[in-house]
């Protein structure tokens, strides 16, 4: 895909930032302030939905919407400015930044902005899990429960992601699902059930290696049951070093049909409920994102 270059003399950059998300929130958007261009503004959300409303005015103002927050931010800018063709930027300021991360946008603020404010755009598939959007990744199973737990938890982050899978895995239990794929159909008992745009769930820790983001496929991640004495092989098989997984099945689809009793799944790192059987999708070409 070309990369466009934006004509900056009559664009003005509207940051959305979460003061809630990450470590350091008051210093990134102090960064910001300190060196946003002539003509931009920047606005702080307080509830979920607020990112969403700003993105979708500023879009229709014709203003660049820059998502400063994590994942969750990031998600609901994407939904905003995609209702009017719009433009948006990423500033890293999340637990685990998964997107920013899958595109190689710098994880400090002032190399972030500076990459912002260099002006190339490109066009990226997004996707949707029934009425859900998501940029990252849409799981059935264990990664869903981690989702509902850290939803409950006020401060997240790599620590409370890692104990709160310790605290699960006893309590783990494989998940059956019939999957109807580009490929053909399949019932599985599995760990999880991923469909990825992206790479990762944040952090670096990757799930799909070889996702783009580009390329008009979800890559469907199936992670089949398996005991406490396989962990480390099946580790090696999801971060894609083991030339012949046993447990870890990958595949490229356009579209995916899950049929489960389990109803809970992992969207952006949010825990959701949706009504089986559910619909994942790709939408190619469907959002305008700088990153480079």
């Known amino acids: 895909m070309v990369r466009t270059p934006i004509t900056l003399s009559n664009k003005s950059y509207l940051f959305i930032a979460n003061p809630q998300a990450g470590k350091s929130p008051n210093r990134v958007m102090d960064v910001i302030k300190e060196n946003m261009p002539g003509g931009s503004s920047l606005v702080t959300t307080q509830k979920a939905g607020d990112a969403y409303l700003f993105a979708w005015r500023g879009a229709k103002e014709g203003k660049i919407c820059v998502a400063v927050g994590g994942d969750g931010t990031v998600n609901e800018v994407a939904r ?119 790479s990762q769930f944040g952090n670096n820790v990757y799930i799909a290696p070889g996702a783009d983001a580009t390329d008009g496929y979800l890559d469907l991640v199936i992670v089949k049951s398996f005991l406490s004495s396989a962990l480390i092989r099946v580790v090696l098989e999801v971060m894609g070093v083991v030339k012949r997984p046993k447990y870890v099945r990958r595949l490229k689809t356009k579209k995916a049909l899950l049929t489960s009793y389990e109803t809970k799944m992992n969207i952006d790192g949010e825990h959701v409920t949706v009504q089986s059987p559910v619909i994942v999708e790709c939408v190619p070409s469907s959002l305008r994102l700088i990153i480079a």
């Open 80 to 198: 905003g400015v995609m209702k009017e063709n719009g433009i948006m930027g990423v500033i890293p300021a999340g637990s685990g930044n998964g997107v920013s991360r899958h595109f190689h946008i710098p994880q400090k603020p002032e190399k972030a902005l500076k990459r912002l404010l260099e002006g190339r755009e490109k066009t990226v598939d997004t996707a949707k899990a029934g009425e859900h959007f998501f940029m990252m990744l849409a799981g059935l199973g264990f990664d869903a429960n981690v989702a509902e737990k850290m939803a409950q938890r006020k401060k997240r982050g790599l620590y409370a992601y890692v104990k709160i899978v310790a605290q699960l895995w006893l309590k783990r239990k494989p998940v059956k699902v019939k999957i109807e794929h580009d490929e053909g159909i399949e019932n599985v008992t599995a760990f999880s059930v991923i469909a990825a745009n992206t």
